[in-house]
T-cell receptor
Framework: DAKTTQPPSMDCAEGRAANLPCNHSTISGNEYVYWYRQIHSQGPQYIIHGLKNNETNEMASLIITEDRKSSTLILPHATLRDTAVYYCIVRVWGSGSARQLTFGSGTQLTVLP | NAGVTQTPKFQVLKTGQSMTLQCAQDMNHEYMSWYRQDPGMGLRLIHYSVGAGITDQGEVPNGYNVSRSTTEDFPLRLLSAAPSQTSVYFC?????????????FGQGTRLTVV
């Protein structure tokens, strides 16, 4: 799996967009980018994933650069409840694969009132 | 819909004791996994299962055993607890490989070994 690099921490004002970067310069063509978050003391929660097109769901948007070497998770209107550690994970897509998620250290996002 | 349920939520053990952490899911997921998370660190995979009767080791399997006799349950056994096993343990399940699909996590078991 490709290695990911994320800043250890970021702050964001409540109501503003939170933009969380992830570098995955060694990503290969069949690897997807996944984002999970972990609110303090809780289990991780899936947010979104994508291959090369930008993706949006009810929680967030995922912007992947054209060369796929980096991506940005966007929380459009951050709330205090979005304070959490955000994990960017790169994984190979393949049906039947038994390989599991590999979590790095993530980015601690703190939403400030 | 209960999702992934872990019991107990908190546990204190003495060194050398054994115990079983329980994990149950009601989503009929084939894939289940156990992770541990030490303070300030990401999750590390202990063991996983791709279906009833099939288990395999993850990144940090030593000191732990698992079995998968049913689709719903995936217990984690600590054979002889050590202080180094003090951690938060998370169980996860997914319909397919968690590399392909959304994984659902339990709320964790906080284990202290003294």
């Amino acid at each position: 799996d490709a290695k990911t690099t994320q800043p250890p921490s970021m702050d964001c004002a409540e109501g503003r967009a939170a933009n969380l970067p992830c570098n995955h310069s060694t990503i290969s063509g069949n690897e997807y980018v996944y984002w999970y978050r972990q609110i303090h003391s809780q289990g991780p929660q899936y947010i979104i994933h994508g291959l090369k097109n930008n993706e949006t769901n009810e929680m967030a948007s995922l912007i992947i650069t054209e060369d796929r070497k980096s991506s940005t998770l966007i929380l459009p209107h951050a709330t205090l409840r979005d304070t959490a550690v955000y994990y960017c994970i790169v994984r190979v897509w393949g049906s039947g694969s038994a390989r599991q998620l590999t979590f790095g250290s993530g980015t601690q996002l703190t939403v400030l009132p | 819909n209960a999702g992934v349920t872990q019991t107990p939520k908190f546990q204190v053990l003495k060194t050398g004791q054994s115990m079983t952490l329980q994990c149950a899911q009601d989503m009929n997921h084939e894939y289940m996994s156990w992770y541990r998370q030490d303070p300030g660190m990401g999750l590390r995979l202990i063991h996983y299962s791709v279906g009833a009767g099939i288990t395999d080791q993850g990144e940090v399997p030593n000191g732990y055993n698992v079995s998968r006799s049913t689709t719903e349950d995936f217990p984690l056994r600590l054979l002889s607890a050590a202080p180094s096993q003090t951690s938060v343990y998370f169980c996860a399940s997914s319909y397919g490989s968690p590399g392909n699909t959304e994984a659902f996590f339990g709320q964790g078991t906080r284990l202290t070994v003294v």
